[in-house]
């Protein structure tokens, strides 16, 4: 399957001092259900902010299907609007993603801003709010909204786009339980439809629950270890090196036990 995203040897930093990212080199196939994990720090957010052209390598080479992106190469109108047009965006904090008077204004900025026509966008917003079913929110002001409705809201806004690539950072934060598990299980529903999902985050669970090919970022901001999420999950030891699952204690009829623990909230 030909890959979609590579990056060779990428390396960035904030203000040229802070490192964020270290020699990252990874291909991502189309289609593929792909994770980023390690701890809070590691650059998670930084990777995804460069695969979606937001900043730039220091060094290195970042190529969406064979084209170079950079800050000249997105100068090139066409360039620009390919990558836009097929990439979709859900940040951690859906407060910074929601900006327009109403939620069906938030669904029809971004297929407006792509060149659909009017009728088409209003179609595509309708079925996207059906779809995740919150069509009561159509009127609603998004400074109305609970976390919850925000982080769904924030979902159709992107959707409206039909992307090909989604780019989903964190996708278990700031929400409540009934909220991540209908997140997670529409992650499933688009990657099955052939969308290539691209997430981060710390939690192991999502990683046994998504089985998505997984690299690691430690805490020198480079990869220290990729596979399937079976190869990942079944190495506690390389897990408690970098901090991802760690050692709980409790007592029990006075006794205290200890064993390693990980927070897994997702069941078969």
């Given at each position: 399957?030909?890959?979609?995203?590579?990056?060779?040897?990428?390396?960035?930093?904030?203000?040229?001092?802070?490192?964020?990212?270290?020699?990252?080199?990874?291909?991502?196939?189309?289609?593929?259900?792909?994770?980023?994990?390690?701890?809070?720090?590691?650059?998670?957010?930084?990777?995804?902010?460069?695969?979606?052209?937001?900043?730039?390598?220091?060094?290195?080479?970042?190529?969406?299907?064979?084209?170079?992106?950079?800050?000249?190469?997105?100068?090139?109108?066409?360039?620009?609007?390919?990558?836009?047009?097929?990439?979709?965006?859900?940040?951690?904090?859906?407060?910074?993603?929601?900006?327009?008077?109403?939620?069906?204004?938030?669904?029809?900025?971004?297929?407006?801003?792509?060149?659909?026509?009017?009728?088409?966008?209003?179609?595509?917003?309708?079925?996207?709010?059906?779809?995740?079913?919150?069509?009561?929110?159509?009127?609603?002001?998004?400074?109305?909204?609970?976390?919850?409705?925000?982080?769904?809201?924030?979902?159709?806004?992107?959707?409206?786009?039909?992307?090909?690539?989604?780019?989903?950072?964190?996708?278990?934060?700031?929400?409540?339980?009934?909220?991540?598990?209908?997140?997670?299980?529409?992650?499933?529903?688009?990657?099955?439809?052939?969308k290539t999902i691209i997430f981060t985050t710390h939690h192991l669970d999502l990683i046994d629950h998504l089985q998505p090919q997984v690299v690691v970022l430690s805490d020198e901001?480079?990869?220290?270890?990729?596979?399937?999420?079976?190869?990942?999950?079944?190495?506690?030891?390389?897990?408690?090196?970098?901090?991802?699952?760690?050692?709980?204690?409790?007592?029990?009829?006075?006794?205290?036990?200890?064993?390693?623990?990980?927070?897994?909230?997702?069941?078969?």
């Open positions: 399957m030909e890959n979609i995203i590579s990056l060779n040897n990428v390396n960035y930093s904030y203000f040229g001092k802070i490192p964020a990212l270290r020699n990252i080199t990874l291909e991502i196939a189309k289609g593929a259900m792909f994770a980023v994990i390690g701890q809070n720090g590691s650059g998670k957010t930084s990777l995804l902010n460069i695969i979606n052209g937001l900043i730039f390598p220091d060094a290195g080479d970042y190529f969406y299907k064979r084209i170079r992106i950079d800050e000249k190469s997105l100068g090139n109108k066409n360039i620009h609007n390919r990558l836009r047009g097929s990439m979709g965006y859900i940040f951690q904090n859906p407060d910074i993603q929601l900006f327009c008077p109403t939620v069906m204004d938030e669904l029809l900025f971004a297929p407006l801003q792509l060149g659909c026509s009017t009728d088409e966008s209003s179609e595509r917003a309708l079925q996207t709010l059906a779809a995740l079913g919150i069509s009561y929110l159509k009127d609603r002001s998004v400074t109305m909204l609970s976390g919850g409705e925000k982080k769904k809201v924030a979902i159709a806004s992107v959707l409206t786009m039909n992307p090909e690539i989604l780019l989903v950072d964190e996708p278990l934060a700031g929400i409540d339980p009934k909220t991540q598990t209908f997140f997670v299980e529409l992650l499933l529903e688009l990657n099955h439809a052939g901001h480079t990869i220290q270890k990729s596979g399937t999420a079976s190869e990942i999950l079944n190495d506690e030891e390389f897990l408690i090196s970098v901090n991802m699952i760690h050692e709980h204690a409790h007592r029990h009829d006075g006794e205290t036990h200890r064993h390693f623990h990980a927070h897994y909230v997702f069941h078969s």
